[in-house]
């Protein structure tokens, strides 16, 4: 008896998998919807919205950007781990979901298990400004008025376990200096304390701080990408500036539910990278902070790891798993 069900059922996971395929093959065949845990006018958002713009035209299908915000984009991620593995749901990640889940937050999905890489769009850069009064011009100078004035210097942030806390987190352990932090509702808030001189320094986002350098404000002394920012190309890289393996930033990227099926993955994958390569869409981040970067799934999994390891090691040394 079993041996005469055996074929039968062979025979319909075959006719089934056959069916899977076509489908994935004339994928897609309706919109396509990217959920962004942020705000319109938002980096992740213009992101999302341009890059989609000419993936659209390539795939030949509209897609569409919707904006679902809270939870530092938490309940983005959560609507989308629980969409259908289709491919016509996708997720805008961001490092704000790699730093949740290193500070231990209670959430309701897995970021690394419940989601598949696609490709890393763009990243944009945090920038280490100092208020003029304090009196350096390089990274190194930093560094040694940090270890000649421990828990002296006061360093700003967008909020606790933010991206712009973080990097400076890094900067303390990977410098060996100890500096106050002082956090902020926002980018904006740090940047007037900044400006005022009540804080010293703050890995500001780009586009915040590069207007008030060229105004002559403020001091930039470095840019936290591995490459120098377009936006600002005569700034070094903190690596450059004496931090070997000094790296962190905003990025965003397009991740599926687990278990989208590959040939699909592959299909938007190869989609983003054409749209990167389009000269509309350069010039439409590229002055706005933002680099673009592409690349292919696998390239996006191995970053997406050390990422996750590098704030992991950061947010314990911080003590936030402790705090929040």
Not at 177 to 206: C, E, K, W
Not at 301 to 307: D, H, I, M, T, W
Request: proline residues 6%.
């Amino acid at each position: 008896m079993t041996k005469r069900l055996a074929i039968p059922m062979a025979l319909i996971c075959a006719a089934a998998l056959a069916v899977f395929a076509a489908r994935a093959e004339d994928y897609p065949t309706r919109p396509v919807r990217v959920v962004v845990g942020f705000s319109a006018g938002s980096g992740a958002d213009l992101t999302a919205r341009v890059v989609g713009q000419r993936m659209g035209q390539i795939l030949g299908q509209q897609i569409v950007v919707e904006n679902k915000t809270g939870a530092g984009s938490s309940l983005a991620a959560e609507l989308v781990a629980r969409a259908p593995k289709d491919g016509y749901t996708l997720f805008l990640a961001t490092i704000a979901n790699v730093i949740n889940g290193a500070v231990g937050s209670n959430l309701p999905f897995d970021f690394p298990k419940d989601f598949t890489p696609i490709v890393r769009l763009s990243s944009a850069p945090n920038i280490l400004v100092v208020h003029p009064s304090v009196g350096v011009k390089t990274v190194k100078e930093l560094i040694a008025l940090a270890k000649a004035k421990p828990d002296q210097l006061l360093f700003g942030s967008s909020g606790v376990a933010t991206g712009t806390h973080l990097s400076a987190e890094l900067f303390k352990v990977m410098a060996g200096v100890q500096m106050i932090h002082v956090p902020y509702a926002g980018s904006p808030q740090a940047m007037t304390d900044l400006l005022a001189g009540r804080i010293q320094l703050f890995f500001s986002p780009a586009s915040t701080a590069l207007p008030h350098v060229r105004e002559g404000k403020l001091v930039a002394l470095a840019s936290t990408e591995a490459k120098r920012t377009a936006v600002a190309p005569e700034l070094p890289t903190m690596i450059e500036a004496g931090l070997p393996g000094f790296e962190t930033g905003l990025w965003f990227s397009l991740v599926a539910p687990a278990g989208t099926p590959k040939e699909i993955i592959d299909r938007l994958a190869a989609a983003a990278n054409e749209a990167l390569k389009a000269d509309e869409v350069a010039k439409a981040l590229t002055p706005q902070g933002i680099d673009l970067v592409g690349g292919s799934p696998d390239d996006f999994a191995r970053y997406l790891a050390s990422e996750m390891k590098r704030w992991g090691t950061v947010a314990e040394a911080a003590g936030l798993k402790k705090q929040l």
